[in-house]
């Protein structure tokens, strides 16, 4: 059976991304069929938002969606499209895998951690208004459904992909009220899977600390919106950059994967990006689905093209573009046998 799947090429560097995405996901022999909805600045002039109410449709009909990266402006113009889609169909968990990769430049080689950040609520809520001329308000909302339910997330994953430790990352001692009910709903759901998975809990600020110092000492982290954003980007950092970062954003009705990094639009059609982070997005995909071990050769045939060095793009240091890239990785994954140790299902 073919699965439908909606895909979003996206602006800048997208378009040439999900192209390699999508050449390596077909080569593995599972069937797609993909519905490919524009979304992003192009549909601005012609429909007057970036994320018209169709693609929506698309991804409520095929329950799952890839999408390559949409430029969101800084500081006025329209609302990040991402925050629009995870809010829109209630993708409240939000799964950014950090693992070192040989081949890729980087201060540390034993990093293997999994940030889960809720997607929904915190300040990225979008409640926030101006007081007066010269002073602005956000408003930042916990409850404890929300934290409870990303907690869950996160403990179903880690049992599910033997995972030793969850850790809760929060600012309870200063917000003792939004981030302490955070930290309490945490707390409740690990009582759960006491004797399965340890939990332990730490302040965001010495949490940044200790990931730089010592990030063997972590696995699963739990955190809340904003935190989740910025520590997620911090454990890229630690494992090479976000162009080697996959990311999900899962729902109880559907997910979407994409890369975190930007559009990069300088670079659109000169078929120079690094497509790393879509295509492991498109593992996370396979695993997702229920191809756990398909998944787990994707990411394989990845890595070693990187750790081998020849074909490799030049943010890597090598001189391939993205799509002799992906001809490298269909190369391996082909020529590969399957292995023989399945992977854990993503959720």
Known sequence: MAHRVTLIPGDGIGPELAEATRRVLDATGVEFEWEVQEAGEATIASEGTPLPERVLDSIRRNKIALKGPITTPVGSGFRSVNVGLRQALNLYANLRPARSMAGVPSRYDDVDLVIVRENTEDLYAGIEHM?????AESIKIITRAASERIARF???????????KVTAVHKAN???LSDGLFLEACTTVARDYAGRVEFEDRIVDNMCM???QKPELYDVLVLP????????DLAAGLVGGLGVAPGANIGEDGAVFEPVHGSAPKYAGQNKANPTALILSGALMLRHLGYAEVGERVEHAVRAVIAEGRTTTS??????????????VIERLQSAAPS????????
């Open 131 to 135: 007081v007066g001329r010269d002073a």
């Open 154 to 164: 996160a403990f179903e994953y880690a049992v599910a992909n033997g995972r030793r």
């Open 174 to 176: 200063i917000m003792k």
């Open 210 to 212: 200790q990931l730089v």
């Open 225 to 232: 919106n904003l935190y989740g954003d910025i520590v997620s």
């Open 315 to 328: 943010d890597l240091g090598g001189s391939a573009g993205t799509s002799q890239f992906a001809d490298a």
């Open 340 to 347: 023989g140790t399945p992977a854990s299902a993503v959720a």
